[in-house]
């Protein structure tokens, strides 16, 4: 039976259970791999919800170590297997897709996958409308250092949309 806790816990993962999935979807390029990444945060959001102390948001907590989990899985996986590669992204199956909407995200989706950890941690945050302050305090760097971050991985991130003609 679940004690109180494991209870609580649950009932916060199901609330936020979005930002697992955008976390994941931004770090790995197939499913498997992003249902993996996604067991791989619950578990160390499972393994340091003692530290939780409620001072912020439950999701701005969250948010630190599945992107923290993130980096660290990443770096990991790339190590171990290999197979994850900067050159040229997977294709997405367009034919899984009916709007247009959908079409631009997983175009979106494909150019992000190319950025840098830290890149995609910024552009993550941006899109969750964090302001710099947030972003910088969020991955433990200065307000200013997140802003050059932001604009650098936006313009890089631009780049390759353009590069790769996707139409966004």
């Given at each position: 039976m679940a004690t109180d806790i494991e209870n609580e816990f649950l009932n916060l993962i199901k609330k936020h259970k979005g930002?697992?999935?955008?976390?994941?979807?931004?770090?790995?390029?197939?499913?498997?791999?992003?249902?993996?990444?996604?067991?791989?945060?619950?578990?160390q959001l499972w393994k340091s919800f003692n530290t939780f102390k409620g001072t912020s948001e439950f999701s701005t907590w969250m948010y630190r170590v599945a992107i923290n989990t993130a980096i660290?899985?990443?770096?990991?996986?790339?190590?171990q297997a290999n197979t994850f590669s900067h050159q040229e992204p997977p294709?997405?199956?367009?034919?899984?897709?009916?709007?247009?909407?959908?079409?631009?995200?997983?175009?979106?989706?494909?150019?992000?996958?190319?950025?840098?950890?830290?890149?995609?941690?910024?552009i993550f945050y941006m899109l969750e409308g964090l302001a710099h302050k947030e972003i910088g305090r969020n991955l433990g760097i200065s307000e200013?250092?997140?802003?050059?971050?932001?604009?650098?991985?936006?313009?890089?991130?631009?780049n390759i949309l353009k590069d790769k003609a996707y139409e966004i």
């Open positions: 930002l697992l999935v955008k976390v994941a979807r931004m770090y790995m390029d197939n499913s498997q791999d992003q249902q993996d990444l996604q067991q791989e945060i619950i578990i660290s899985y990443f770096k990991k996986e790339k190590k294709d997405l199956p367009l034919s899984e897709y009916d709007t247009s909407a959908d079409r631009r995200m997983a175009f979106f989706y494909q150019a992000v996958h190319q950025l840098k950890p830290v890149e995609k941690a910024v200013g250092n997140a802003r050059v971050k932001l604009n650098r991985a936006k313009e890089k991130l631009q």
